[in-house]
């Protein structure tokens, strides 16, 4: 019943910009905080961004943060990710996922239980 699906994702130079869109159904969604990650093959997954049920707290990765904003909109039950001045090393498959263990945004992959398919972003130069 619980689906999240991104999309977004795509093959941009350095320096460019990207909008990633994760699109929630099945969820109350104004009562979910939403996270942001990332993986690699054969590499740990990896933090990116969260935010609170009401978006008025925000965490980002040291890497990415001043680049990438997450925003909310729980009208649309939809969480974004706004990637600008992207790098190599942000080249990696991208997952939406939510948290139902309460208003606090963790960086830890266990505290979210219901997780999108992923979307490729691909920066090359």
């Known amino acids: 019943q619980v689906q999240l699906v991104e999309s977004g994702g795509g093959l941009v130079q350095t320096g460019g910009s990207l909008r990633l869109s994760c699109a929630t159904s099945?969820?109350?969604?104004?009562?979910?905080?939403m996270g942001w990650f990332r993986q690699a093959p054969g590499k740990e997954r990896e933090f990116v961004a969260g935010?609170?049920?009401?978006?008025?707290?925000?965490k980002y990765t040291d890497s990415v943060r001043g680049r990438f904003t997450i925003s909310r909109d729980n009208g649309k039950s939809t969480v974004y990710l706004q990637m600008n001045n992207l790098k190599p090393e942000d080249t990696d498959a991208y997952y939406c996922?939510?948290?139902?263990?309460?208003?606090?945004?963790?960086?830890?992959?266990?505290?979210?239980?219901?997780w999108g398919q992923g979307t490729q972003v691909t920066v090359s130069s």
């Open positions: 996922a939510a948290s139902r263990s309460g208003n606090i945004v963790s960086e830890l992959w266990t505290q979210y239980q219901n």
């Open positions: 099945g969820l109350t969604f104004s009562s979910v905080v």
């Open positions: 935010i609170s049920w009401g978006g008025t707290i925000t």
